[in-house]
């Protein structure tokens, strides 16, 4: 296991205590997702804080700015779930949802496409997906494919 797998099985350890004795995330699940993603996806990961994006894949020689969300869903969470902003002015070409069991540990991965994800996010409704930029992760499910399952793995 590599320097940076070891470290963040000892934050997702701690995470769990800490939630355990507050009741509350210890806001690790973007670093999580992101490292599960580009492990499980064959992704090289973008600098910190690059605008946008968090990794690139290749195919066919054409470098695809992939953008990487994480969701923690335990057993029995209530539906309505958000993931972080998507910004439509921002520079990518996929989105990727990490949906993460209550031990950090990756479940599945879904990919949509900035056509798909643009169309819902300007979809006449929500004020939480239209001026946050704000999926649901049901609604993000209904519009990606499963690229990757623990199941199936």
Do not use: C, H
């Not at 990961?45 to 690059?50: H, N």
């Not at 605008?51 to 335990?74: E, F, S, T």
């Amino acid at each position: 296991m590599d320097e940076q797998a070891k470290l963040l099985q000892e934050a997702k350890s701690l995470a769990r205590r800490y939630r355990n004795l507050t009741g509350k995330p210890l806001g690790i699940t973007g670093e999580v997702a992101e490292f599960a993603a580009a492990e499980l996806l064959g992704l090289e990961l973008a600098g910190a804080r690059q605008a946008g994006y968090d990794a690139i894949q290749v195919d066919a020689g054409k470098n695809i700015k992939v953008q990487i969300k994480g969701r923690v869903i335990p057993k029995g969470a209530k539906p309505g779930q958000r993931l972080g902003s998507i910004q439509l002015d921002k520079e990518w070409d996929i989105v990727v949802l990490v949906v993460l069991d209550q031990d950090f540990e990756p479940r599945v991965i879904y990919e949509a496409g900035r056509d798909a994800i643009t169309a819902a996010l300007i979809a006449p409704g929500s004020k939480a997906r239209n001026e946050r930029g704000a999926l649901s992760v049901s609604k993000f499910k209904s519009i990606g494919v499963v690229v990757w399952s623990a199941e199936n793995a």
